[in-house]
């Protein structure tokens, strides 16, 4: 696999976030935006199976997925309340894992694999099910 041109990588480091302990973390709906999702009920159907695969890896999802929840006002007035995600860089790594591939970039795998914030954690267990380990 090629590495992750500047472009790409860009991309991907311009919508990380940080927060004031220091740790790092991407909102959901950026991330699928630079994905090319275009739209976020395709887009959902993803974070859910990612969050599967997180709970498969014995991962605390809660942890990986924080939801949060914004307001987006209306064109007409009002507003809407919007489910939303603070994502670890994990957790995107696995939503790249289980997402669309004729939509995704395949070098964000590479790229999330090799940083070192989640290659502690731990490993599946050796009588562990099958799915969604690295």
Not at 12 to 29: M, P, Q, V
Not at 46 to 53: E, N, R
Not at 62 to 68: D, I, L, R
Not at 91 to 115: E, H, R
Request: aromatic share 12%; glycine share 6%.
């Amino acid at each position: 696999m090629q590495a992750l041109n500047a472009q790409e990588y860009n991309r991907f480091e311009k919508i990380k976030r940080t927060r004031d302990d220091g740790s790092s973390y991407w909102l959901a709906r950026e991330l699928a935006s630079v994905l090319d999702y275009a739209e976020w009920r395709n887009f959902s159907k993803v974070v859910d199976k990612a969050m599967i695969a997180c709970n498969n890896a014995g991962q605390e999802v809660e942890e990986c997925f924080v939801e949060v929840n914004k307001t987006s006002k209306m064109p007409h007035g009002g507003t809407k309340s919007m489910v939303d995600y603070e994502l670890s860089r994990y957790a995107c790594y696995l939503i790249v894992q289980n997402g669309d591939p004729s939509v995704m970039f395949p070098d964000y795998v590479s790229y999330v694999f090799k940083q070192p914030d989640w290659q502690s954690l731990p490993k599946k267990p050796m009588n562990a099910p099958i799915g969604g380990y690295l």
